[in-house]
């Protein structure tokens, strides 16, 4: 049965979500050294490229973890629902981010289209290193997703999103690599090009799932909530349906019209019954229930 979090719930919560950000943030280092390493002593635009897409993830590590301290605070009577959508504009941060990276790298490969140039030198021992960067990034990607399903947590969820984007650029790196040590012409740039396609993606993927929470969109659908309440006995009518999610929480809002001549402890029993089975049965954390009679 989902119900709501409790202030020392939400400092767990919060305290968790920070220890997953700083676990990984020493696995995300390593990778992006492994990449820069490799990339400038290879002259690889295709392997910098992935390093630096790979630098926001430790990037996104030491600020989201920070970020938490105020999307965790509890509410306050300026944030009645909570400060949960910080994580939110924590994700878009990272749509930022990839948009200006994705410039630059664009930018680069069209240019070394344009001129031309030798291909990069990658080593059988550098595309082993890559592989093992991979691998880590798997690992990542599929930590950080899980948890981010355990907590509810849209920082998580979008940073796992980022990273499995990673692991598909990454892929695409090796095989450049391994197609240049077959001379073949302009492969590096075009895994590139290729690269800022990826980050495109994932870009998008996080705008089409944190948009809707920005804007309030509904939780729960109104006739789902409407047909749950008005099952509950007692219940004549339920009307001005609400309901918005942040940070993994439900909330709803709702009227619920009674027989008038019932007494007032008889009405906040019927709305106590609506707000467990809204709870129970549609997995709302937070409900309010008004009464009116009917």
Not at 92 to 104: D, K, Q, R, T
Not at 172 to 195: E, N, P
Request: proline share 2%.
């Amino acid at each position: 049965m989902a119900v709501a979090r409790t202030a020392t719930e939400g400092r767990d919560r919060t305290a968790s979500i920070q220890r997953v950000f700083l676990g990984l943030l020493a696995a995300n280092l390593a990778v992006v050294g492994a990449k820069v390493v490799i990339g400038l002593s290879a002259g690889s635009l295709s392997v910098l490229s992935d390093g630096v897409h790979s630098s926001v993830d430790a990037f996104n590590n030491i600020v989201f973890a920070v970020l938490m301290r105020y999307a965790g605070a509890a509410a306050d009577a300026n944030h009645p629902y909570g400060h949960g959508k910080f994580e939110v504009l924590g994700a878009l941060g990272i749509v930022i981010f990839l948009a200006i990276a994705s410039f630059e790298l664009l930018t680069s490969a069209v240019g070394r289209l344009a001129a031309g140039g030798p291909p990069p030198a990658l080593t059988v021992a550098d595309l082993w290193v890559l592989a093992a960067t991979l691998g880590i990034n798997i690992a990542v990607a599929w930590f950080e997703a899980r948890k981010g399903r355990e907590y509810g947590s849209d920082l998580l969820l979008a940073d796992a999103a980022h990273t499995r984007a990673d692991v598909m650029i990454t892929s695409g790196v090796i095989v450049g690599g391994i197609l240049s040590r077959a001379h073949v012409k302009h492969v590096d740039a075009l895994v590139t090009l290729a690269i800022v396609l990826f980050i495109g993606r994932v870009a998008w993927q996080i705008l089409r799932r944190c948009v809707p929470i920005l804007v309030d969109q509904a939780a729960q659908e109104p006739d789902a909530v409407r047909l749950t309440a008005e099952g509950v006995a007692g219940v004549e009518a339920a009307t001005d349906i609400r309901s918005r999610l942040a940070a993994g929480v439900a909330f709803a809002e709702l009227t619920i019209k009674v027989q008038g001549r019932l007494a007032v402890d008889e009405a906040h029993q019927i709305a106590d019954a609506v707000e467990r089975r809204l709870k129970e049965d549609l997995k709302l954390d937070r409900v309010v229930v008004h009464v009116e009679p009917s």
